[in-house]
């Protein structure tokens, strides 16, 4: 899916007028399409792209071409990072170019354009970037990716000098086998080596990112715009914010104290399992034997070790339990549903994970914002959301579903989203004007 997007990303970029400037386009979340064209706000054609390109040309910038930057559109932050190195990579061959161009993204397609621009090779910064509603993510290394990183540095750091050593012994050896000991050694140098850097890139990664992204672009040049309405923004930033007990300390003490019981049982049936010819064997040989004294009362009383296993087992495992363990637990659980939960929510599917979201961009301090009241945003309220419910309703009814009935779950998802807030900012004949009024500003400088 993402060859046959990007491919057709590269003919449309080899496909560009030979002059005028560019407008690239990177939509959001369950936003995607295969075709340039379309009334989708980010296509050629669409409402939104068609009064851009008009009010550039009024601004004095006739002939923007609009450049559609494709990716799959699934709530994967996989898949974002995918994106975000295609569009570096369209960015570097605009800028050697030197065409003027911007870039305007929406909701995850923010995030797709902040990641790509700390990839960029060139050190020119970027004159434009605008946002629309996007949820800026603050990733930090998950811990089996750490881990992994720290395994790479170290194996480079005691392997290439180890290798290097062998390789010089070969030399001064006198051996005939010199090209083996090359092509081994050397090979094996290589890969720590390159296992070293891979890992210092994945431990410096914030680091770097944040440095990249100072050269990309000047604050004052990137346009965020949101609304304190938006509702996607808000869901993720409360996701990101809260860290509820979804484990009490009391709920699993409890637990572990029933799962005691279970682990007793077990355990007295293990043991016996194990040892049962030498407490029941003699009862055994008694009983047919006939002899049921003193001597079989006293093997009987072995039995008695039953429920002292079994109550040393409950006790040790809810003592422990009462002195750490349920805390311990209830820890661990709550760690990982809450890592789940995100995961779901951002698409963390990575080897990143979320710590925060925020509503400029993290790596460029003092970005310009745009904060847009409800009452402005294309007059979009909750009487708005009534009367497109009403009037989808009503296609419904006058089409019998032969349009956008129910049984197209994408065209039925689209007229249902255009009455939220966060899918709003491209309607609005304010923030299109203000977003030519960013860009004509940035490429006149």
Not at 62 to 87: C, F, K, Q, T, Y
Not at 98 to 113: L, Y
Not at 116 to 136: E, H, K, M, N, Y
Request: proline share 4%.
């Amino acid at each position: 899916m993402f060859k046959r997007l990007f491919r057709q990303r590269s003919e449309a970029l080899d496909n560009l007028p030979a002059d005028g400037p560019i407008v690239i386009t990177v939509h959001g979340t369950n936003d995607a399409d295969v075709r340039d064209d379309g009334m989708r706000w980010w296509q050629q054609g669409s409402r939104f792209t068609t009064r851009l390109v008009e009010k550039l040309g009024e601004l004095g910038f006739s002939g923007a071409h609009i450049l559609p930057v494709h990716w799959s559109g699934a709530n994967s932050d996989h898949d974002r990072l995918i994106a975000a190195e295609e569009l570096s990579r369209v960015l570097t061959s605009l800028e050697r170019s030197g065409r003027p161009h911007a870039v305007i993204g929406h909701s995850h397609g923010g995030n797709v354009v902040m990641e790509a621009l700390a990839l960029r090779r060139r050190r020119q910064p970027l004159s434009s970037v605008i946002t629309f509603g996007t949820p800026f993510f603050v990733r930090r290394l998950k811990p089996i990716a750490a881990l992994i990183a720290i395994f790479q540095v170290l194996l480079g750091l005691v392997v290439a000098p180890v290798m290097a050593w062998f390789l010089a012994s070969s030399f001064t050896s006198g051996t005939n086998k010199i090209v083996e000991a090359v092509i081994l050694f050397g090979g094996l140098i290589i890969f720590s080596l390159w296992s070293l850097r891979r890992g210092f890139l994945e431990l410096s990664r914030a680091g770097w990112t944040r440095r990249h992204s100072a050269h990309a672009i000047h604050p004052q040049n990137w346009l965020v715009v949101h609304s304190p309405r938006d509702e996607a923004m808000r869901l993720l930033e409360a996701a990101a914010d809260i860290s509820p007990d979804y484990v009490t300390v009391a709920s699993a003490i409890r637990s572990i104290s029933r799962l005691s019981t279970v682990v007793g049982v077990a355990a007295v049936i293990i043991f016996f399992g194990d040892t049962w010819s030498y407490f029941l064997e003699p009862i055994i040989t008694k009983a047919n034997a006939g002899e049921f004294g003193i001597g079989m009362a006293a093997d009987l009383t072995f039995l008695l070790i039953v429920p002292v296993i079994f109550s040393v087992i409950v006790f040790v495992i809810r003592l422990v339990a009462r002195l750490g363990g349920g805390w311990l637990y209830a820890s661990v659980l709550n760690f990982l549903i809450h890592g789940s939960l995100m995961g779901a929510a951002y698409g963390g599917d990575a080897r990143f994970r979320l710590t925060h979201v925020v509503r400029t961009p993290p790596y460029v301090s003092g970005a310009e914002e745009s904060r847009i009241d409800a009452t402005n945003l294309g007059g979009i309220d909750e009487t708005a959301i009534l009367n497109s419910a009403q009037d989808l309703y009503q296609t419904l009814i006058a089409q019998d579903g032969a349009e956008v009935g129910f049984g197209d779950p994408d065209k039925l998802w689209k007229r249902l989203s255009d009455a939220l807030y966060h899918n709003a900012y491209m309607r609005d004949e304010n923030v299109i004007a203000n977003t030519a009024d960013h860009i004509a500003s940035r490429w006149s400088r």
